[in-house]
């Protein structure tokens, strides 16, 4: 792990959902390293996401663990309070939940193909709950994260910064995988949209879109040599992207050298969607 000597997030108050594997775990243990204090968002029956707490607090770091279903309106809005209640604040917030498909399970190496593909994963043959799930979470669940928080910052009145994790597959169709293209395609317009609505506000909006990351949802990729190779081989850069590739580049669009950037799409992809 890169080590970094910055504090700019120093007396900040961060929500991070998503927050206790992968993407949003890293990104949860570098804003505290940072300075901010710390809310990780995760499901209530993940084990994990004590685990992070407790890589902050070892690390000398505050943070609470919340158990939220981010598809739920409700669990959003207290998760957000929670925050605030234990914090004082809100100034960033990391949208990083999300699910591969209808039936991925947290930590199931069997549920973890990055490539579906099946006919039974068609658009005209896969039951809708599936597609309503995928969107529910990785769509619905953003922009119900996005509005809790803009709430308590624009009462603040000080500004803040939001972060929404999309994804490579917004600009390429999966077949088999239509309803996490477009759910990931839908964060990047609605990044775009809300970065417009709350500027006046001095909120700023950005997406972070990540190519292949090696990260407990890829476990079905990362444990397969011969498909791991194979992705390795077209990525200019060589190599599958880690939690910290796009931890880092979260935290930049999260920290103050990004004053001036808002309703952006980042993408930390090792060159793979140059074209």
Known sequence: ??????????????????????MGREASV????????????????????????QL?????????????????????DAAAQAAVDAFGRIDLCLAAAGILHAR??????????????TREGHVINKPIEYWEKVLSV??????????AVARRMIAQGEGGAIVNISSGA?????????????????????TRCIALELAPHNIRVNTVAPGVIDTPMALGLSQDEQ?????????????L???EDIAEASLFLLSDHAGYITGQILHPDGGLFTG
């Open 1 to 22: 792990m890169a080590e970094t000597g910055f504090a700019r997030f120093q007396g900040k108050v961060a929500l991070v959902t998503g927050g206790a594997s992968g």
């Open 30 to 53: 570098r804003l505290a390293r940072e300075g901010a204090a710390v809310a990780v968002v995760g499901l209530p029956d993940d084990p994990r996401g004590a685990e992070t707490v």
């Open 56 to 76: 902050i607090t070892a690390g000398g770091g505050d943070a609470i663990y919340v158990g939220a279903d981010v598809s739920r309106e409700a669990d959003c």
């Open 104 to 117: 991925y399970i947290t930590g199931d190496p069997a549920e973890h193909d990055l490539t579906p593909g």
């Open 138 to 147: 990785n769509l619905t669940g953003v922009m119900l994260t996005n509005r």
């Open 170 to 190: 917004a600009k390429i169709p999966m077949p088999g995988s239509a309803e996490y293209s477009v759910s990931k395609a839908g964060v990047w317009m609605l």
């Open 227 to 239: 498909r791991r190779a194979a992705f390795e081989r077209i990525v200019p850069l060589g190599r």
């Open 241 to 243: 992207g880690e939690a």
